[in-house]
């Protein structure tokens, strides 16, 4: 899953905030393995991957 992020935010904090929601989903199996990464830079925005 990826996600943009603007510029402006802390890339290590929303990473954080994303993994947190993420793992209260049933459907993520492996909750201690779920990480969030920058995978590129676009034009307004840092893009993570889940």
């Known amino acids: 899953m990826s996600v943009g992020i603007s510029y402006a935010d802390d890339p290590e904090k929303a990473a954080e905030l994303i993994v947190e929601q993420i793992k209260q989903y ?8 779920t990480a969030a990464f920058a995978k590129d ?3 307004s ?5 889940l």
Do not use: T
């Open 41 to 43: 830079f676009g034009n």
């Open 26 to 33: 049933d459907f993520v199996v492996k909750k201690q393995e």
């Open 45 to 49: 925005s840092v893009n993570l991957v």
